[in-house]
């Protein structure tokens, strides 16, 4: 699995990363052996002042040749950064739940 981290606030790369991994491989951990490219950018949307200005963009890419992302704003970094790995998760979770679907729509409607 190739993972790149994008961070533009700068203020502490190391410990960004470590927690990111933490986070990550515990929301994605059923998913990693499927996973080929994950990526994270982090942002501070308003800079100095404050408010619901920190943005996570998560952007995964399966063996399949399939792609996610999920993006999630809040006013605490970590927050943002779990909301999205969430909705990311969520969103392959439902592609994963009507693509079996649709096969079993489509041997049922054969057989």
Do not use: W, Y
């Amino acid at each position: 699995m190739k993972i790149e981290i994008i961070d533009q606030h700068k203020a502490d790369p190391q410990r960004l990363r470590k927690v990111f991994f933490e986070r990550a491989l515990r929301a994605l951990d059923r998913l990693a052996p499927g996973i080929t490219i994950l990526v994270a950018r982090f942002r501070d949307l308003n800079g100095p002042k404050g408010g619901v200005d920190h943005s996570c963009t998560i952007e995964i890419a399966l063996r399949d040749g399939s792609s996610f992302r999920a993006e999630a704003r809040s006013s605490a970094l970590l927050n943002a950064l779990d909301n999205a790995l969430e909705r990311v998760v969520r969103r392959i979770d439902s592609a994963r739940k009507r693509q079996l679907s649709r096969r079993r729509q489509l041997a049922h409607g054969m057989a």
